[in-house]
């Protein structure tokens, strides 16, 4: 089961950090869909700086269980937030932070079962 983890893990990261890329470096589309959730424009550097600790905690935390579990918690969190921030304004778009918390919740899961 530790493989298993440790390969979600490290693909999930690679997605997380790739989001924080796009917020840091102000992706069109990335900016439009945050506006459109009436994010203030001061956020997407605090955003990417979230995505980018729930990642490396969670790599961190194939070494430090209790690290890891809590980065992938942070994560639900964090996706739980932009949830929340889409149906807010009444956006349906909420497919991938429901697939992020959904992997998150399953690092959580086998991360506790192999610590």
Do not use: Q
């Not at 149906?87 to 610590?115: E, G, H, K, Q, S």
């Amino acid at each position: 089961m530790f493989t298993a983890c440790a390969v979600i893990v490290s693909l999930f990261s690679v997605v997380l950090l790739g989001s924080a890329a796009g917020k840091l470096a102000k992706h069109p589309k990335v900016i439009e869909s945050l506006a459109k959730c009436e994010v203030p424009s001061s956020w997407p550097p605090r955003l990417a700086a979230a995505e980018i600790a729930g990642a490396v905690g969670m790599v961190l935390g194939l070494w430090i269980p209790a690290l890891g579990i809590a980065a992938a918690v942070g994560i639900v969190l964090y996706f739980v937030g932009a949830i929340i921030a889409h149906v807010r304004v009444r956006d349906n778009d909420v497919i991938a932070p429901i697939v992020f918390i959904v992997l998150a919740v399953i690092i959580i899961v086998l991360r506790y079962r192999t610590r």
